[in-house]
């Protein structure tokens, strides 16, 4: 028996659509790609320069993987968050942590470039994207918070894999968003674990060191 494919009518929600509509949202997701080449400054474990795009994915992927423990949270406004939070890099790029400044006027930047990438999109999405991206930015709402403390989690969690770099990197690392990392008993459990292992790396370096 072949499986029969039967051609979505007017009624189901993949029926054909308004094509200035469609135009609009496949020419947002073009200019999105460009965050697959935004290039962070952190590394894979074999040394290849990390995307903001890879970041971002396993950032939704955390969500997932924790789904049971984030019991009374809204998971799809949570991945919808963590999806754009970074997508105004794909314009102007990623700012290393240890060179933001407090007046550089970074988080502005990035809406101004947010808005600029959602300039293709009909309005009731572009609306929709940029209410995500306040509310994100705000981080007033409890997924909000938690996609701020994932992001950092996520962040140094890659940093655990990256080739060994130096004993200064590293102690950046323990201080790094905690004040993200602190939003929940999860969080800081998750968080204890990346600093012990941020600590140990420590630890390997200045034994190295020593024997030198």
């Not at 080449?37 to 955390?62: F, I, Q, V, Y």
């Not at 997508?87 to 990623?94: K, M, Q, T």
């Not at 999109?121 to 007033?140: G, I, Q, S, T, V």
Request: with cysteine; aromatic share 6%; charged share 30%.
């Amino acid at each position: 028996m072949t499986d029969q494919i039967i051609p979505a009518d007017k009624a189901s929600p993949l029926a054909r659509m308004d094509a200035d509509r469609l135009s609009g949202l496949l020419s947002f997701l073009q200019a999105a790609e460009q965050l697959k080449d935004t290039l962070r400054s952190g590394t894979t474990r074999k040394k290849r320069p990390e995307s903001t795009a890879e970041h971002t994915w396993r950032l939704a992927l955390m969500v997932l993987v924790f789904e049971r423990e984030l019991e009374g949270l809204d998971l799809q406004r949570l991945i919808k968050l963590c999806l754009i939070h970074d997508l105004g890099e794909a314009i102007s790029g990623d700012v290393p942590a240890p060179s933001q400044r407090q007046d550089d006027d970074r988080q502005e930047r990035e809406r101004r470039d947010f808005e600029t990438l959602c300039a293709p999109l009909p309005k009731d999405m572009r609306d929709h994207l940029m209410a995500l991206w306040l509310e994100y930015a705000a981080a007033e709402t409890a997924e909000a918070q938690l996609a701020k403390a994932f992001d950092k989690l996520e962040t140094m969690l890659q940093h655990l894999l990256m080739p060994p770099g130096d004993v200064i990197f590293y102690e950046f690392n323990l201080t790094y968003g905690r004040e993200r990392t602190d939003f929940s008993p999860l969080t800081r459990q998750i968080r204890d674990l990346v600093d012990n292992g941020t600590r140990q790396i420590m630890e390997d370096l200045q034994n190295a060191a020593s024997r030198t």
